[in-house]
């Protein structure tokens, strides 16, 4: 199954339901549980500048290379990574339908700094987050 799909699916269900599932020993797309719960803590504290692989695993009471082992085991990407491109995808639905400034969306969602953040999204979109902005304007 497609990463991005799965990671969809994760995103889609409840912590309640991941909880339901994980106790009839049903969770969809075999993913371990601790990933899940992995995710729903990115949701959740996408705006913490702190949130990394390091706090997830202390709020999971699991070491750093466990979850990093998981992690890339049910997705084939690391969990820095996974961080970085849900940070991004929320930031850019917030450049597209949102007047806030550059500044303000990188604080929102817990980028180090300004540069970072641009840096980092032109990479992911091959353009400046003011030229996306820009171009979806037209």
Known sequence: VDPDLKMGLVEYLSDKKIKELQQESVLPLHLNYNVYQAIHIIKNELNNPKLSTAF????????????????????????????????LKHAVIDIQSSNLSLHEITIKYGFKSPSYFSRIF?????????EYRKRQLR
Do not use: W
């Open 122 to 130: 032109k990479e992911h979109y091959g353009v400046s987050p003011m």
């Open 56 to 87: 997830i695993a202390e709020k999971l009471g699991i070491s750093k290379s466990h979850l990093c082992y998981l992690f890339k085991q049910d997705f084939n990407d690391s969990l820095t990574k996974t961080i970085r491109k849900f940070r």
